[in-house]
């Protein structure tokens, strides 16, 4: 078992470029914690990839299965936990919360920079997208569109103009 999370750690920290995450396992998983381990393995490798493929973002994050939470949740900190729900074990929670643990909605700079809408970067990219009335909007420690906040907002391009958008909210000082 320590053999297969030696190499599981090493590949994750090869695929992920500059965000890394190790994801915390008891010693003698349950049969629910062994399935929800695969499960959030797969979502974290997938959105790690995606990240490492349209941001030079960097963080070191620590995953837990914490069966408490409703759904997923992050922190500036680093710390992602997700919850027993199997349907929030996706790829786009994962990035949702990833997003977290980079500033978003968790820092006074996301906060004033959504107040008074000053994304110099970000809102042209919206733009080029979506068109010149197109403006971040956020609420409630989340930003839309593309903050990738409901399953029913996911898709491919979604995805990559979310790791984008977030990537150019950083280089506007998120």
């Known amino acids: ?40 393995e797969d979502a974290m490798r997938l959105a790690v990839a995606r990240y490492a493929q349209y941001s030079d973002a960097s963080k070191t994050i620590k995953v837990y299965y914490a069966p408490g939470v409703p759904t997923a949740e992050a922190n ?8 027993s729900d199997r349907a929030y074990m996706t790829e786009r929670t994962a990035m949702h919360e990833i997003s977290h643990t980079l500033g978003v909605g968790q820092t006074a700079a996301f906060d004033e920079r959504c107040a008074a809408n000053n994304w110099p970067t970000a809102t042209p990219l919206l ?16 930003f ?8 029913t907002e996911w898709s491919e391009t979604n995805g990559n103009r979310h790791v984008q958008l977030v990537d150019a909210m950083l280089a506007d000082g998120l």
Request: proline share 3%; with cysteine.
């Open 144 to 151: 839309w569109p593309y903050g990738l906040n409901y399953e």
């Open 1 to 40: 078992m320590r053999v297969s999370t030696i190499a599981f750690l090493t590949y994750a920290s090869a695929a992920s470029g500059a965000i890394t995450w190790t994801l915390q396992k008891a010693s003698s998983p349950t049969s629910d914690e062994a399935s929800a381990y695969l499960l959030i």
């Open 76 to 83: 500036y900190n680093g710390d992602l936990r997700f919850g």
């Open 127 to 142: 733009q080029s997208w979506d068109g010149s009335s197109a403006r971040i909007n956020c609420g409630g420690g989340h």
